[in-house]
């Protein structure tokens, strides 16, 4: 049986369901609108909307709303929205905040699908304006409405001709969507696009994120195909994870540019104030951002030149940039902003040397920056351009030029526009001068050449190019295979039980001993812990364990167990183990009281000159949940704040990027004759410790420090676990930015021919698997699942797996059906993907099974899967186009309860299920 449907996004038609409008292309692209709120009184925002809603290119229905009025600067006016002649599709509202409820209610009870809020009042002003804010969203959901705002500028669709904002003109027309949450810096960036003839798809401010916040902008922009990148001026994230989610979609196939002020605590301040939002950590920021392959910059002039370059170049594949210049300095100065901003120069390779020297003055610079003299005409820039581009060992080229007497800059740009694109290489020019050098600025900008005023600014924006494309690719790298969600299973439920029993006690310290446990449900190894609760205990104990030894404080309520001098090192026989014990003993009584002191930690003294003390960590962010830290431990951990940032899961490959972040780094991979420590151990450590902290969420706090490694061992020496207050609800508890691997989706299930499969979510892991999934793939098979021969080439390169295999499991889960293959191998025999719709409560659905296992109930069960995971993800349907010469598939689903909609002359029916 061909199980075999398209996952190809196909235009929906024929489907009622799917010829519906986005819900928000009826606020960035209405038929008609209302503004509530219009007035003719001079200076005021509900006259100023109404006046840029009438004179721009929408052609639309504009419906004035005033109780007191017969008409507004000449358009009859309406005295509320159930007086209108037709149900608009967007409402703009200006009145005052106290009355907005109630209007809000109003265009509820219509079932009016969008609204731009652009009044303030709300929660910037305190609890009053919460209760408000908590009216309007209770009947804007009663409405299946979508709202902006409040406290907003409004909206410019320059690509549908609306203006709902009180902003002085439209925008020009252009590829960039403009998000901020600062109303006056869009007047601002407005006023400098209009003298910069710079164009947006669409001008958004987004004000307090009431409804409508970065998540659903990103993805809704992420599909228009008027906008090319994305830019966002931001004070605070809101839903993180809505953000996070959107962000990694698009990403990869659209810059996201973003500004986020905050980074100094005064500013923060300002920042909270001024949203009424919290701001978060802003290392917690920048570690989201590039999890999300998100671009942070620090300017607004960088935000606009990344968002440019990104548009019109290729990202460079590697820092190295090659300096073409008809003067010294300027080469210089880009040389020190290139150094000094992380960027290489290029060697230049013999070949490119000799090619050089045979046309080149004797004089030229023989190296890089390449100094063409200041003479250099036209065609000797263009040939040098065009050979230096060549050069294998370059990834990207700067031109810059100089106006000198000889020099024609108008025609060098004109001969520069053949090599301005070359293959993976970005081309960067500085025009330097003024009116001299403007007219071929503007040739090298049409031609998609970006230029800018000064050479070291162009070789800073070269370096953050090669962060941005660094960073993506770090991101989809393949990570190596950890353990399976099975082979996890045990120490999972371990751990949960151990934590639910310790809660019972209404404990939220765990003592080192129970931290010690429960590091090792995840494979964490630890050194032996043993505890002694009396002097003869524990002299005994180290006896049996061997000399040196440790002692630490075994206590219930202390965690920070060298404040209250509960750790004594180094202990060398049975008389130091008896006066460290009454030491310890002695100090916490002093400092904390007798009944904090249970007894002591008895374990084996590890002599630390060998190797490194390192910490892991987690702690919770308001914004973002459990956050992760990795770094330098020991006692001088505040003190040295080598660390580094992440979110949790990690797998391998994002492990070792935390890694990379940090000085002691480089120490772990070997330094002045010490062995390197086991990097590829320590990577798979870290994947469990962030598996411990996505899982058990009752964990409030938890460090190991330290984290001792060397090149012979990796082992946690002290650990430290709180948990959060019994009283907390789980509904309480922080959720992680990013869902974890969904382990409720896993499950054994035997084929009609008894072979027994794993079904289970993909993992990123998984392409290796995948690749030999495809290769097993006959012509037939691929031909029913794609509608088309795709070449097994494209099936399996490198970028698509991931796309595959790289699941943002709140937008996309596919399933794989898993095969053992003797010991140790394994094999895909199916895969089974569900992918959310975006706009609808719906998602898209696939299935395609190897050729041998075909008729073996295999396609049908991982439907009956993705069946069960839409209702668990409270979808309303799925939907799947298959060939009409499918008859399997059809017949399959039908069976399952599918309806099937064919339409003559069509060669695919569309099959769909309410659930």
């Known amino acids: 049986m061909n199980t075999q449907t398209s996952s190809i996004q196909k235009p929906f038609s024929n489907q009622k369901r799917q010829i519906e409008r986005h819900p928000l292309d009826y606020i960035f692209a209405p038929k008609s609108v209302a503004a509530v709120g219009a007035t003719e009184k001079e200076g005021s925002v509900g006259r100023t909307v109404l006046w840029n809603l009438m004179n721009t290119p929408f052609g639309g229905p504009i419906y004035p709303v005033n109780p007191t009025r017969p008409s507004v600067l000449g358009i009859k ?7 209108l002649p037709e149900k608009p599709d967007l409402i703009v509202v200006t009145t005052p905040a106290k009355n907005i409820p109630a209007i809000i209610g109003e265009a509820a009870d219509l079932g009016i699908p969008g609204a731009v809020v652009i009044s303030a009042g709300f929660k ?10 908590r009216q309007v969203l209770a009947h804007a959901r009663r409405g ?46 407005l006023d400098w696009s209009l003298r910069e003839l710079v164009g947006f798809s669409a001008f958004v401010s987004i004000g307090s994120m009431l409804d409508i916040g970065w998540g659903d902008l990103i993805s809704y922009f992420g599909d228009d195909p008027n906008t090319k990148s994305i830019v966002i001026y931001m004070e605070s994230i809101g839903d993180a994870r809505a953000f996070l989610s959107a962000a990694r979609e698009v990403a990869l196939t659209k810059p996201i540019i973003l500004i986020k002020p905050g980074r100094t605590e005064g500013a923060a301040k300002a920042a909270a104030s001024h949203t009424g939002s919290l701001t978060g950590s802003d290392d917690v920021l920048d570690a989201a951002f590039k999890r999300c392959g998100v671009l942070r910059v620090n300017s607004i002039a960088d935000l606009f030149n990344m968002s440019e370059v990104l548009a019109k170049q290729p990202r460079p594949q590697g820092n190295r940039l090659t300096i073409i210049t008809n003067a010294g300095g300027p080469g210089v100065l ?8 992380g960027g290489a120069l290029a060697p230049v390779s013999k070949e490119t040397m000799d090619e050089l020297n045979k046309f080149l003055p004797a004089v030229w610079s023989h190296n890089n920056p390449i100094d063409v003299i200041g003479d250099a ?20 080229l700067l031109v810059i030029l100089t106006p000198q007497a000889m020099t024609d800059a108008t025609v060098t740009a004109e001969k520069l526009k053949a090599f301005g694109h070359l293959e993976g290489k970005p081309v960067l020019a500085s025009w330097m001068g003024g009116d001299e050098v403007a007219a071929g600025e503007v040739i090298l900008n049409r031609a998609g050449v970006p230029t800018f005023a000064y050479p070291d600014t162009a070789a800073e924006v070269f370096t953050t190019m090669y962060r941005y494309s660094e960073n993506l690719r770090a991101l989809y790298e393949t990570p190596v295979p950890s353990a399976t969600p099975s082979e996890a299973e045990s120490g999972r439920a371990k751990a949960g039980a151990m934590i639910d029993a310790i809660r019972k006690t209404s404990r939220t310290i765990l003592t080192e001993a129970e931290s010690k446990e429960l590091l090792g449900c995840y494979g964490i190894p630890t050194v032996v812990t043993k505890i002694a609760k009396s002097e003869d205990e524990a002299a005994k104990t180290a006896a049996e364990i061997g000399y040196p030894i440790v002692l630490k404080l075994y206590s219930e309520t202390i965690t920070h167990k060298t404040d209250v001098g509960g750790v004594q090192l180094n202990l060398k026989d049975e008389a130091d183990v008896r006066r460290a014990f009454n ?9 904390k009281g007798a009944q904090h002191f249970q007894g002591v930690t008895v374990q084996k003294m590890i002599k630390l000159t060998e190797g490194y003390e390192l910490i892991l960590g987690s702690s919770i962010d308001p914004q973002f949940g459990p956050v992760l830290l990795f770094g330098m431990g020991g006692q001088l951990v505040e003190v040295f704040k080598d660390k580094a940032l992440g979110l949790p899961p990690l797998n391998t490959t994002l492990a070792r990027r935390m890694m990379e972040q940090t000085k002691i780094y480089h120490a772990l991979k070997g330094v002045r004759g010490r062995k390197p420590v086991d990097l590829a151990a320590l990577e798979r450590l870290m994947v469990g410790f962030s598996q411990l902290v996505a899982e058990q969420r009752w964990i409030k706090e938890i460090d190991i420090n330290p984290l001792f490694a060397s090149g012979d061992d990796l082992v946690a020496l002290d650990a430290r676990v709180i948990l959060h207050d019994p009283k907390t609800s789980e509904d309480q508890l922080p959720k992680l930015a990013i869902r974890p691997y969904p382990t409720r989706y896993v499950g054994d299930w035997k084929m009609e021919d008894g072979t027994t ?30 509608f088309s021969a795709l070449k097994l080439s494209q099936r399996v390169a490198h970028e698509r797996l991931l796309r595959i295999c790289f699941n943002d499991y709140d937008r996309e889960i596919a399933l794989v059906a898993e095969r053992k293959k003797g010991r140790s191998d394994k094999e895909i025999l199916g895969v089974a993907r569900l992918s959310k719709l975006h706009g609808v409560n719906g998602a898209e659905f696939a299935v395609v099974v190897t050729d041998k296992c075909q008729n073996k109930g295999l396609g049908s069960e991982m439907t009956k899967r993705l069946l069960e995971i839409g209702k668990h993800e409270k979808l309303g349907f799925l939907t799947a186009f298959v060939l009409e010469e499918n008859h399997d598939m059809q017949n399959m689903c039908k069976k399952l309860g599918f309806r099937i909609r064919h339409t003559p002359g069509e060669t695919e029916c569309v099959l769909e299920i309410d659930l």
């Open 144 to 189: 299946n409405m979508r709202l902006i705002g409040p406290n907003c500028l409004g909206i410019m669709s320059p690509i549908s001709g609306v203006n709902a904002t009180f902003a002085a003109g439209i925008a020009h027309r252009g590829n960039v969507c403009f998000i901020s949450q600062s109303g006056a810096l869009c007047t601002g960036v």
């Open 334 to 341: 880009a040389t020190d902003a290139l150094l000094t901003s």
């Open 124 to 133: 910037e002003t305190g609890p009053a304006g919460v209760e408000l804010e």
């Open 377 to 396: 005409g036209p065609d000797l820039y263009a040939k040098t351009l065009e050979v230096a581009g060549r050069d294998p060992q370059s990834d990207g």
């Open 583 to 591: 030491d310890i003993k002695t100090a916490v009584t002093q400092k």
């Open 77 to 83: 006016a309406y005295p509320n929205l159930k007086a």
């Open 757 to 786: 499969v794993t079904i289970r979510p993909i993992r990123p892991e998984d392409e290796p698997l995948m690749r030999e999934f495809h290769e097993s793939l006959s012509e037939r098979t691929v031909y029913l699942r794609y």
